[in-house]
């Protein structure tokens, strides 16, 4: 399986297992029969259960075309829709645990989503092979759309979980001292976290007080280094965003 590396502020690279063609592939048929699923159900209601069909008599080729487009709609904005309220998954990627992530780190955007679904266009002409083509010449196995929007589908199995990377045991105690850290995210914590504990490990310390300065320049606070050391800081940031966050064990 290939990997990503995706470059964080810090500059530090992270690594992401991308979801393999057939895991794609599966997930797409998986989307491909909710879709069909949805077809059948919404003409069988208009058709047999309403009784509508009456609707169409008279009508010319292109007015019953309209009539079927109008019907079959959700089908056609189906992954637009899916990836933007789940946040780059489908139904689909959900259960085969893949997202769609921005390769330069940030999470993808309505507009991404939209880039890709307006290439899927492409993607899907000639049975699908224009797309399975790219993913298979491509670096991170991305079809054109997720070329262009600038995303690749990264699988979840056995990454682990946000939560569990930021966790710190906090004591009943515990007094914070940086309020300032609740405008940080999940995401921005398990980046901070993952960067420090890579850094302790080989004792990087530009890695550490690049990440120091960073952090301050982000929350807008001082340290007095005659007081707390820069992993201090750090230490103390990741406990004062789990005492706020109520993220505990």
Known sequence: MSQIAINTSQNVNISFNTASIGERMLAFIIDLLIRVAYVVIVLYLFFNIFDLGYLMNGLDEWSVRAVYIVLTFPVYIYPLVMESLMEGQTPGKKL???????IDGYQASFGDYMIR?????????????IGLISMV?????????DIAAGTAVI??????NISHTILENIQDNYIPTFPQVIALSDNDMR???DNYTKALKVDDRQ????????????LKVEVDPTKMTERQFIHVIIK????YTGKDN
């Open 117 to 129: 679904w307006v290439f899927r266009i492409v993607d899907v002409s000639f049975g699908g092979v």
């Open 96 to 102: 085969m645990k893949m997202r769609v992530v921005k």
């Open 240 to 243: 004062d965003y789990n005492y």
């Open 191 to 193: 980046i901070i976290k």
């Open 207 to 218: 890695i550490i007080s690049r990440l120091s300065d960073k952090i301050k320049s982000i």
């Open 155 to 160: 699988s979840l199995k056995n990454n682990i």
């Open 137 to 145: 010449v491509s670096k991170n196995n991305q079809r054109l759309g």
